[in-house]
């Protein structure tokens, strides 16, 4: 095993390899670990550095990549091999009393996020986290539980088609979100399609997973 250079900040890494250099959020890390179930020669946590660049193929590491649900892992290709592209169409999935869980050709703008081209996010709807809007694991320690409606097999509906999709924070409001989207239950129904939501950030919706403008009678503060 080469020993892997890294540079950065311990919150924000670049593991640098001779055909692809990793990029790490420790942010946005939500430990679903799906880079350490699906190429461990790479990411291995009981080992330092945890991302060994040349432990496997440079296309093995990207598709393994664009598996992290959160975005934490990000790569730039040197031996020429393709960049991650955006789906063709955009998906929000709603984990179990969990976080938003988003795909596609995103763009997240905000008072905390200057402006960000993202294929991969995940979001906070449980209003706990540190490091709003992005989910930083604070729904286990608050005990969040969402009753999201039952929805349609995804076969039945017809899928929105893709396109830029802009979402905003608002100011101690809902995640408002412009652009085509299907959204799926933890079950992989389809509950909604459409170009426009606002869907609840603030954990208290009656109405989840859409926003009911109950942030406003808990006081709901964020930023
Ligand atoms: S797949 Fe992404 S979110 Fe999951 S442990 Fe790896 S870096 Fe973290
Ligand atoms: S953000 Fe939760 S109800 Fe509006």
């Known amino acids: ?11 924000d890494r670049r593991y640098h390899g001779s055909e692809i250099n990793v990029t790490y959020s420790k942010k946005r890390c939500i430990h679903a670990e799906e880079c350490i179930r699906h190429l461990n020669a790479v990411f291995d946590v009981t080992r ?12 093995r590491m990207a598709q393994t990549i664009h598996l992290c ?21 955009n998906t929000i999935r709603l984990w179990k009393n969990g976080p938003i869980q988003i795909n596609g050709d995103i763009e997240i703008v905000g008072a905390a996020v200057e402006m960000m081209h993202e294929t991969r ?5 449980c209003g706990a986290s540190e490091n709003k809007p992005f989910c930083d694991n604070a729904h286990h320690k608050v005990l969040f539980r969402a009753e999201d409606p039952a929805g349609q097999p995804a076969e039945a509906v017809t899928v929105s088609s893709g396109g830029k999709l802009r979402i905003e924070p ?7 979100i412009r652009g085509s989207m299907t959204i799926l ?3 992989g129904e389809v509950i909604f399609t459409g170009d426009e939501t606002w869907l609840c950030r603030c954990g208290h919706s009656t109405d989840k997973p859409f926003c009911n403008s109950m942030h406003k009678q808990v006081g709901f503060v964020a930023e």
């Open 1 to 11: 095993m080469a020993d892997t250079k890294y540079t950065g900040s311990e919150m």
């Open 48 to 59: 330092h550095p945890w991302i060994d660049t040349e432990g496997a193929p440079a296309e």
């Open 69 to 89: 649900p959160s975005g934490a892992l990000h790569y730039e290709r040197k031996d020429g091999g393709p960049a991650e592209q955006a789906p063709e169409t």
């Open 121 to 125: 996010a995940t979001l906070c709807r």
């Open 170 to 176: 608002e100011p101690n409001g809902s995640l408002y």
């Open 185 to 187: 239950n933890a079950a």
